[in-house]
């Protein structure tokens, strides 16, 4: 089998490099290939809806919540509707998990594939012409194909994904995933109307000097993570926090630091979702050489209970993430 962690050159148009990826295993059968060409599509049609958002009235809340209680947004909602709809129209999932939808939305049970997926994370900076990002994982199914999804299919830990990536809607559009064989980056061309391969197998310093945490919660932190956030201060490390997780992550992602949602009195049990979003970049920070964790437990180790349900998150550089643990342990 090619080891396909060589480099391609940078500039491989997306749809190229997915399938020399695909050639690479003996026993693909082009689904999965054909899923992430699904979701790179529907994140242009995203990445076009956020640039016009101002001009066509989709920046405004819509006076409803998602499954966490949270306003949603108009662009929450048509983000949601656009990546549904792709992957319901695709039929390459048996089952869709998403932050938008109270219930497992199931699509076509003769597929093998599970996506979980956030399809537009930081909604706080949806309106103000910040960053933000849309974030998926994705699962093979347990049970049988052509059978209905069950909840193991739906609950499995992190370290069952078989892909998992995010696109961030920044300065530019980028397309970060994995398959489990290192991380790599696609930079999107708007005039082009295309990704191209723009950060090869990327690694996160083992070090850092950034850290991201919402210090204005930081009164009600154990004193562990107190104490941690002490210790990045008498380092002279930068505090960072831009407020949408993907932007956050990929600063980290290339130039070293660590990101934190840990407990508060608000979200005692913090307020990231395990299934679509820490295990998502936890996934990408491992294959990057970096770490994730609750304060405890390995991220990708977590079994969850409920698809919606809530972690602490550490995650970032090796290093970082250790002495944090170590910290509030
Ligand atoms: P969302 O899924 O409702 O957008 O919430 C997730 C976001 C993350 O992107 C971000 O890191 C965090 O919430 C910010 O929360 P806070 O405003 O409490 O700092
Ligand atoms: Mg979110």
Same mark, same amino acid.
């Given at each position: *089998? !090619?080891?396909? #962690?060589?480099? *391609?050159?940078?500039?491989?148009?997306?749809? $190229?490099?997915?399938?020399?990826?695909?050639?690479?295993?003996?026993?693909?059968?082009?689904?999965?290939?054909?899923?992430?060409?699904?979701?790179?599509?529907?994140?242009?049609?995203?990445? $076009?809806?956020?640039? #016009?958002?101002?001009?066509?009235?989709?920046?405004?809340?819509?006076?409803?919540?998602?499954?966490?209680?949270?306003?949603?947004?108009?662009?929450?909602?048509?983000?949601?509707?656009?990546?549904? #709809?792709?992957?319901?129209?695709?039929?390459?999932?048996?089952?869709?998990?998403?932050?938008?939808?109270?219930?497992?939305?199931?699509?076509?049970?003769?597929?093998?594939?599970?996506?979980?997926?956030?399809?537009?994370?930081?909604?706080?900076?949806?309106?103000?012409?910040?960053?933000?990002?849309?974030?998926?994982?994705?699962?093979?199914?347990?049970?049988?194909?052509?059978?209905?999804?069950?909840?193991?299919?739906?609950?499995?830990?992190?370290?069952?994904?078989?892909?998992?990536?995010?696109?961030?809607?920044?300065?530019? @559009? *980028?397309?970060?995933? @994995?398959?489990?064989?290192?991380?790599?980056?696609?930079?999107?061309?708007?005039?082009?109307?295309?990704?191209?391969?723009?950060?090869?197998?990327?690694?996160?310093?083992?070090?850092?000097?950034?850290?991201?945490?919402? !210090?204005?919660?930081?009164?009600?932190? @154990?004193?562990?993570?107190?104490?941690?956030? !002490?210790?990045?201060?008498?380092?002279?490390?930068?505090?960072?926090?831009?407020?949408?997780?993907?932007?956050?992550?990929?600063?980290?992602?290339?130039?070293?630091?660590?990101?934190?949602?840990?407990?508060?009195?608000?979200?005692?049990?913090?307020?990231? $979702?395990?299934?679509?979003?820490?295990?998502?970049?936890?996934?990408?920070?491992?294959?990057?050489?970096?770490?994730? @964790?609750?304060?405890?437990?390995?991220?990708?180790?977590?079994?969850?209970?409920?698809?919606?349900?809530?972690?602490?998150?550490?995650?970032?550089?090796?290093?970082?993430?250790?002495?944090?643990?170590? *910290?509030?342990?």
């Amino acid at each position: *089998m !090619e080891d396909s #962690r060589i480099a *391609m050159p940078i500039g491989t148009a997306l749809d $190229r490099f997915i399938k020399s990826r695909q050639e690479a295993f003996a026993f693909a059968t082009g689904e999965l290939s054909q899923l992430l060409r699904d979701i790179a599509l529907s994140g242009k049609v995203v990445n $076009r809806d956020i640039n #016009r958002a101002g001009l066509i009235n989709l920046a405004g809340v819509t006076g409803t919540q998602n499954t966490g209680g949270e306003d949603q947004k108009e662009l929450d909602i048509l983000a949601n509707i656009r990546f549904s #709809r792709a992957l319901t129209k695709g039929g390459e999932v048996c089952a869709i998990i998403s932050e938008e939808e109270e219930e497992i939305i199931e699509v076509n049970n003769n597929s093998s594939y599970i996506i979980a997926i956030d399809p537009l994370d930081g909604s706080s900076n949806i309106d103000v012409n910040v960053s933000i990002g849309t974030i998926f994982s994705i699962y093979r199914r347990i049970s049988e194909v052509g059978t209905p999804v069950t909840e193991a299919d739906v609950l499995q830990p992190g370290k069952n994904q078989v892909a998992a990536g995010y696109i961030l809607y920044g300065s530019s @559009t *980028m397309l970060v995933f @994995t398959t489990g064989m290192g991380v790599n980056g696609f930079t999107y061309d708007p005039t082009l109307g295309e990704y191209f391969l723009s950060h090869t197998n990327m690694q996160i310093p083992d070090g850092g000097k950034i850290y991201s945490v919402n !210090e204005g919660s930081y009164h009600s932190f @154990t004193d562990g993570v107190k104490n941690y956030i !002490e210790d990045c201060r008498d380092n002279g490390f930068s505090g960072r926090y831009i407020g949408s997780l993907v932007a956050d992550f990929h600063r980290n992602l290339l130039k070293g630091g660590i990101y934190i949602y840990p407990s508060t009195a608000a979200n005692p049990t913090g307020k990231l $979702r395990l299934v679509y979003e820490c295990n998502t970049l936890a996934f990408i920070a491992e294959q990057a050489g970096g770490l994730a @964790t609750d304060g405890v437990n390995r991220i990708m180790d977590i079994i969850p209970t409920d698809i919606h349900q809530r972690a602490p998150f550490f995650i970032g550089s090796k290093e970082m993430v250790e002495r944090a643990k170590e *910290m509030i342990g």
